[in-house]
């Protein structure tokens, strides 16, 4: 399988909402509700922020949300603010059994 | 609180081996299965193995399959990878990850990471 799809960067001003896509194919995001997301700020582990596709865990910011649409995953955050300024992954379980990343997305908060 | 806790990197030639440790803490081990994942320098995240809670399903990324071998040990709470016949590109920070519970595929405890350098 190969790397689901992610803009390489984006930015947005604090308080203001940005989205990051994610596109993969029939035989990971279109076939299956098993899209996550994770946080990764420099020199540390990646952090879930979402599962099965727009669930947050416990503790995760309710400025975080996320949908589906056919082959394509989107993130959304809401009310930008400094501390969100991080990579941001999106991963999808495909036919195959196994898990797919994307290739991440550098979010600059200006 | 969730602990995971990998071991074992460090530099290798090409062509040499190295076994990766995880040590687990706060949950209970057997329930849960478990993902190696690994990050080159500069670049994102890969997932590379996953293994069920009792070893009886295990999973390879193409790139790794036939080299590297993962297992368990739920006596010792301890997660592991075997890399064999290893390249430059296996160059990277390998996390152990955790699967969420009942059957999910998401990862939803992390580690630090260990750091293999495969170079000569």
């Known amino acids: 399988h190969s790397a689901l799809t992610q803009p390489a960067s984006v930015s947005g001003s604090p308080g203001q909402s940005i989205t990051i896509s994610c596109t993969g194919t029939?035989?990971?995001?279109?076939?299956?509700?098993?899209v996550s997301w994770y946080q990764q700020h420099p020199g540390k582990a990646p952090k879930l922020i979402i599962f099965?596709?727009?669930n947050r865990p416990a503790g995760v910011s309710d400025r975080f949300s996320a949908s589906k649409s056919g082959n394509t995953a989107s993130l959304t955050i809401s009310g930008l603010q400094a501390e969100d300024e991080s990579d941001y992954y999106c991963?999808?379980?495909?036919?195959?059994?196994?898990?797919?990343f994307g290739g991440g997305t550098k979010l600059t908060v200006l | 609180e969730v602990l995971l806790v990998e071991s074992g990197g460090g530099l290798v030639q090409p062509g040499g081996s190295l076994k990766l440790s995880c040590a687990a803490s706060?949950?209970?081990?057997?329930?849960?299965?478990m993902n190696w994942v690994r990050q080159a320098p500069g670049k994102g995240l890969e997932w590379i193995s996953y293994?069920?809670?009792?070893?009886?399903?295990?999973f390879y990324t193409d790139s790794v399959m036939g080299r590297f071998t993962i297992s368990r040990d739920n006596a010792q709470n301890s997660l592991y990878l075997q890399m064999n016949s290893l390249r430059d590109e296996d160059t990277a920070l390998y996390y152990c990850?955790?699967?969420?519970?009942?059957?999910?595929?998401?990862?939803?405890?992390w580690g630090l990471g260990t750091l293999v350098t495969v170079s000569s």
């Open positions: 706060g949950f209970t081990f057997r329930d849960y299965s």
């Open positions: 099965d596709f727009s």
């Open positions: 991963s999808s379980y495909t036919d195959s059994s196994t898990l797919v």
């Open positions: 293994i069920s809670g009792r070893s009886t399903t295990i």
């Open positions: 029939s035989s990971d995001i279109g076939g299956y509700n098993y």
């Open positions: 990850a955790r699967d969420g519970s009942g059957g999910s595929y998401f990862l939803d405890s």
